[in-house]
């Protein structure tokens, strides 16, 4: 009799717990953004989701390379705080800014043009030094291209690799720094796809990749993002969005930890590819977000 008990409460434990996974109506939201990525023509829209606390999740296109434009600005931030756990350097160890970065291609000298760059801050600081946080800070909340430059070569793009298959994020390209055009023009160039970002987002809520401590700073500054057209738009502006985009010509990205309470977060990854309109890319991710966020909140808020 007793047994028999255990065994009725324990088929009631897991009918419990299984009710409160099927609380996200996955297959539900999931048909909704697919009809809404087949009313967009000629265009690759890839989606990567999962709710962390209950393992709800799915996938669309994810395995599609594009390219990762500022987006595989996370990985490098990894390994920035990786190697300074290694005792490699200190995060407030000062370097000299330089408007000087060696080609992948042949070793030649190239610089960066403040035009083509979202940020002036490190570009003032040319002949002075910063520290590698604030480098760090400037390269995911305002995407400086200068800081990333400046970061790979402190790191090395092998061993951000390095990292990357260490978490199973095997098809995400991190080769080189930024407008190193002649790398460019040889097609060498930094990739992704949308379930190695969602990897990368993933580990770092998680906290696995580094020290939890390590991981808390990282989240710190990727919810300090000033890019919020794609995945934030249209949440709630209480909802903390850790998120980092990327943007270049007929590519958009957005990739994002979103915690719908402190206790309660979720992934989201939307990689586009092939819109003429920039505006109308960030419109889709932003639909896609606000989809989601509003399932999640109908089922736990």
Request: negative net charge; contains cysteine; hydrophobic residues 45%.
């Amino acid at each position: 009799m007793h047994q028999l008990i255990l065994i009725l409460l324990g088929g009631a434990m897991l009918m419990s717990f299984s009710c409160a996974q099927s609380k996200f109506k996955v297959e539900q939201v999931k048909q909704k953004i697919e009809n809404i990525i087949a009313e967009v023509d000629n265009v690759t829209v890839a989606v990567a989701f999962e709710d962390l606390k209950t393992g709800d999740h799915f996938f669309i296109n994810e395995k599609i390379q594009m390219h990762a434009a500022s987006t595989m600005k996370t990985p490098v931030m990894i390994e920035v705080f990786k190697q300074a756990e290694e005792g490699r350097f200190n995060l407030s160890d000062s370097v000299e800014i330089k408007n000087e970065f060696k080609s992948i291609v042949d070793g030649s000298i190239f610089s960066l043009d403040f035009e083509d760059d979202s940020d002036d801050v490190v570009y003032q600081r040319i002949g002075q030094k910063m520290s590698i946080l604030d480098l760090v800070t400037q390269m995911i909340t305002v995407s400086s291209n200068f800081a990333t430059n400046i970061l790979i070569e402190l790191v090395g793009a092998e061993d951000v690799m390095k990292t990357m298959k260490s978490i199973e994020a095997e098809n995400i390209q991190v080769l080189r720094g930024v407008e190193d055009m002649k790398a460019y023009n040889q097609g060498l160039n930094n990739t992704t796809d949308a379930f190695d970002l969602y990897l990368v987002m993933k580990v770092i809520a998680q906290r696995k990749v580094v020290s939890e401590k390590s991981c808390n700073q990282m989240i710190a500054i990727l919810s300090q993002q000033q890019f919020r057209e794609k995945i934030p738009r249209y949440l709630p502006p209480a909802i903390q969005v850790a998120n980092k985009t990327g943007r270049i010509t007929g590519i958009d990205h957005d990739s994002a930890i979103i915690y719908l309470t402190s206790s309660h977060a979720y992934v989201l990854v939307v990689l586009t590819q092939g819109f003429d309109d920039h505006q109308a890319a960030q419109d889709v991710i932003a639909t896609i977000s606000e989809i989601i966020y509003n399932a999640m909140a109908d089922a736990y808020l």
